[in-house]
């Protein structure tokens, strides 16, 4: 089985930074690609960030320039650092990773971790 465990969220003021972190780790092949989502209250899940192999980046318009998204390819650990929070910001942010296992590609989801941007 394949984990993704996150951790990093919490309340933090407009203009504020925060850094998630997910981890993933269970009986991984290789990872092809590491992103975060994210889903406000009556939304739909969203894209926000994702780097795939080559170095290849993809962010969402609202959070371009203000978002950065790294990975740690080691350790199998990816990164979203987030600066300049808005209010809209407000979601639970879900890490997924594309990994193989046993020869089978597969999409993987973690738990989420609430992110909260408010005065």
């Known amino acids: 089985q394949v984990q993704l465990v996150e951790s990093g969220g919490g309340l933090v003021q407009p203009g504020g930074s925060l850094r998630l972190s997910c981890a993933a780790s269970?009986?991984?092949?290789?990872?092809?690609?590491m992103g975060w989502y994210r889903q406000a209250p009556g939304k739909q899940r969203e894209l926000v960030a994702r780097?795939?192999?080559?170095?290849?980046?993809d962010y969402a318009d609202s959070v371009k320039g203000r978002f950065t998204i790294s990975r740690d390819s080691p350790e199998n650990t990816v990164y979203l650092q987030m600066n300049s929070l808005k209010p809209e910001d407000t979601a639970i942010y879900y890490c997924?990773?594309?990994?193989?296992?046993?020869?089978?590609?597969?999409?993987?989801w973690g738990q989420g971790t609430q992110v909260t941007v408010s005065s």
């Open positions: 997924n990773a594309d990994a193989s296992r046993a020869g089978l590609l597969s999409p993987y």
């Open positions: 269970g009986n991984i092949d290789s990872i092809n690609a």
């Open positions: 780097l795939a192999e080559g170095g290849i980046t």
